[in-house]
């Protein structure tokens, strides 16, 4: 039987290439979005995916979400935390509401996506949960202090999660990805774009599938013994990080 795979802000940009990918890989695809409904229905048409709106920051949307999937396509075998969100800006200027939102979206969803789902992976004796950070939850990046911040925790969520669930049959992994052509980043000031690439020694932004594949690898039965660890994508770094 096809294993299930449940991906949050899977209908596009690094998302849409997990769900994609892991559709190819054979399994049965859920993808969540937040309110693009047009961008997520042709993707739900060209790909032949199922699609689910909620907010990923909000726990009982995701309680009745979650109950949803698992009433239409089946029980979540594997959990992707894709989801995020940037509100960029020096921290002298940030209001807490820009904080709030970066929190909601990109660290209460460890929890309010994970919880529902982590008794059933126990009970089953299977579960793959991965969560995208951020090199700059690594590092730190100037101007992102809100998306630092939650992107660390997702480190921190990952590796006490994996501790837990060991003995379960369920792996907890994150994979830190470097710049990315998506909407994200595009969406950053195209001098500033210039510049980040001028710091990647090949060249070029990485692409949405060079993620996905990895998500692949750590979502199948042969990943079982890789648990807790950041999976780093980027290709090198010319600064001492
Ligand atoms: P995009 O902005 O291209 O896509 C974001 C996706 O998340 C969309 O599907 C969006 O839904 C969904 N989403 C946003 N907020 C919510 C919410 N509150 N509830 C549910 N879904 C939500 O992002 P990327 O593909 O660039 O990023 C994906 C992940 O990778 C993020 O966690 C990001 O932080 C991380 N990352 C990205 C990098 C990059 O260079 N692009 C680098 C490092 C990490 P909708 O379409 O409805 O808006």
Redesign the pocket.
Known sequence: MARVALV?????????AISIALKNAGYKVA???????E??NAFKDQHGIAVF?????DPQSCADGIAKVEAEVGPVDVLVN?????RDGMFHKATFEQWREVM???LD?MFTMTRPVIDGMRERGFGRIIN?????GQKGQMGQAN?SAA?AGVIGFTKALAQENAKKGVTVNAI??????????MAVPEKVRESIIATIPVGR??E?DE?AEAVVYLASEKAGFVTGSTLTIKAASTSPE
């Open positions: 949050t802000g899977g209908t596009r940009g690094i998302g849409e993808a969540t979005y937040a309110g693009n409904d961008k997520a709106k909620w907010d990923v920051g894709n989801a995020g969100i940037t909601s979206t990109n969803s995208i950070t951020s090199i700059n998306y992107k830190a990805p470097g710049y990315i052509a998506t909407e994200m980043v932004l990485g949405s993620i």
